[in-house]
């Protein structure tokens, strides 16, 4: 006579929920690895605006704060005496429904940054002017940091902002850049890094 074992519902139910939680860490690890793919260096663009000022201090001025993580690749780089250029770029557009978009304002800073083995600190050079610093973290949050940058003056704009977008950008120049490390950037991300375009809060303030 054939025998059959007793059919055990909690060692059944034990397992299948073993299996839900197996499934369960799976899709959450796969959810995490994409998201450390699509973000790996921890950059989250930008928060900016671009206010147009009447009054005491006329002019069109620009604010904006990067959120940029400096990439292991990039802080060895600089380390080993490489200087980084970056630029940080605004555009501003009026759309028009009969044509293509009217230009009123494009304007760049660029900034260098490098180390000296000599006096240990890190510079920061923006035209003629350089500043030092004891870490690198010091001088890239000076660099992703932009105040009361003057693009324009207050005419730019009427009172009116409707139909007037402005977005900004931060990247690495890879024109810049040694040759052998140009090359780089073609197949390294950290290489190739930029903020991408984000928007600008767009205002007027102040009387004419």
Aim: aromatic share 10%; glycine share 6%.
């Amino acid at each position: 006579m054939r025998c059959w074992k007793r059919f055990d519902a909690r060692a059944c139910a034990a397992a299948v929920r073993r299996c839900a939680l197996a499934f369960a860490c799976a899709v959450a690890l796969s959810l995490a690895g994409t998201a450390a793919h699509a973000s790996p260096d921890g950059t989250d663009g930008a928060v900016a605006a671009v206010t147009v000022q009447h009054g005491s201090d006329p002019g069109t001025f620009v604010d904006a704060q990067f959120a940029f993580a400096m990439p292991p690749s990039l802080r060895s780089a600089v380390d080993h005496g490489i200087a980084l250029y970056f630029r940080i770029e605004v555009q501003i557009r009026r759309s028009r429904w009969y044509w293509f978009d009217k230009d009123l304002l494009d304007r760049t800073i660029e900034y260098r940054l490098s180390y000296s083995p000599l006096t240990r600190q890190y510079h920061l050079s923006r035209g003629g002017l350089a500043l030092p610093f004891d870490t690198l973290d010091q001088a890239v949050a000076t660099m992703r940091r932009v105040a009361h940058w003057r693009v324009g003056d207050a005419t730019l704009l009427d009172d009116s902002v409707e139909h007037v977008h402005a977005r900004i950008r931060m990247m690495l120049d890879t024109s810049m850049l040694p040759k052998p490390f140009q090359v780089n950037a073609i197949t390294d991300h950290d290489w190739d890094w930029t903020s991408g375009w984000e928007e600008c809060v767009l205002s007027v303030s102040g009387a004419h």
